[in-house]
């Protein structure tokens, strides 16, 4: 299995535009977790998907901020428009599911992102 | 509201030494916990987690935990550091009522080993 794949590895882009992170998950899993991980904040959930629906998004900063799940294999993060504030490594990771609160997150490679 | 500290954000030892990094949570009910570890430029990779029954729990890399739930502890040890070791690890805590799989981490510890 090739993990979860997340594209592009590194964005660099200027203030105002528009930004879109994508995940593929692991087959078969059914959870998928968007995090931000930055050095004064930490690691941070933006939101999750369980069977491709939304179930907390408490966690996305703003309305510039949105995420879909079109299908069991692909997720979008989009920033729109982006400002310098946003730079940092979003992680999207995926489980299996059925466990619930103590199923092991695989973690994708990060996309850097950073707003000039 | 579930939380987690760990105490110390870097954590500095000799190869061949214990490793201990500290973790501990707060959480009206015991939460599922976790440990991960960062490599650099790499996404996260479960160490080991406590989910129920044995409070010693063994993970990947020689790591194991102990859950000592009167300290809301939740400790990494290594008995012997390898240079290999050298990541962020972070303690993380999983809300066991609402079952959800939602993680909160801490702050995470840098763990640098020295030949």
Known sequence: DAGVIQSPRHEVTEMGQEVTLRCKPISGHNSLFWYRQ?????????????????????????????????????????IQPSEPRDSAVYFCASSFGPQGGSDEQFFGPGTRLTVL | AQSVTQLGSHVSVSEGALVLLRCNYSSSVPPYLFWYVQYPNQG??????????????????????????????FHLTKPSAHMSDAAEYFCAVSDRAGNTGKLIFGQGTTLQVKP
């Open chain 1, 38 to 78: 930055t050095m004064m904040r930490g690691l941070e959930l933006l939101i999750y998907f369980n069977n491709n629906v939304p179930i907390d998004d408490s966690g996305m900063p703003e309305d510039r901020f949105s995420a879909k799940m079109p299908n069991a294999s692909f997720s979008t993060l989009k």
């Open chain 2, 44 to 73: 996260l990779q479960l160490l080991l987690k406590y989910t129920t029954g044995a409070t010693l729990v063994k993970g990947i890399n020689g790591f194991e935990a102990e859950f000592k739930k009167s300290e809301t502890s």
